[in-house]
């Protein structure tokens, strides 16, 4: 069945670096846009980057521009969502949701299957 499943998350003291993956089975990434979302505390979840199928970024969050990238293995049937000078407002458990078909959306409606999720902790 179709699962997708994040790690990567932990940690970070402000300014550090992670990586996040998401790992699929059951289908085939580059065939869908795969979005990251995350969701703090007493939150919505909200939408951050989406890699569309065609390799294309889009960012959701003018606060992550210049630090957070979005890339995909194709051969690992994996995409990654790269953290640089994390920020405490960062902190949050963060998703990889498969889209519906090639392209992108911000909204979480487009998406149709979801990980379980991983907790990003920025703090001294």
């Known amino acids: 069945q179709v699962q997708l499943v994040e790690s990567g998350g932990g940690l970070v003291q402000p300014g550090g670096s992670l990586r996040l993956s998401c790992a699929a089975s059951?289908?085939?990434?580059?065939?869908?846009?795969i979005g990251w979302f995350r969701q703090a505390p007493g939150k919505e979840r909200e939408a951050v980057l989406c890699i569309t199928r065609s390799g294309s970024s889009l960012y959701y969050l003018g606060s992550v521009k210049g630090r957070f990238t979005i890339s995909r293995d194709n051969a690992k049937n994996t995409v990654y969502l790269q953290m640089n000078s994390l920020k405490p407002e960062d902190t949050a458990v963060y998703y990889c949701?498969?889209?519906?078909?090639?392209?992108?959306?911000?909204?979480?409606?487009?998406?149709?299957?979801w990980g379980q999720g991983t907790q990003v902790t920025v703090s001294s």
């Open positions: 949701a498969k889209g519906s078909r090639g392209s992108c959306s911000g909204g979480r409606a487009w998406y149709d299957y």
């Open positions: 059951a289908f085939t990434l580059d065939d869908y846009g």
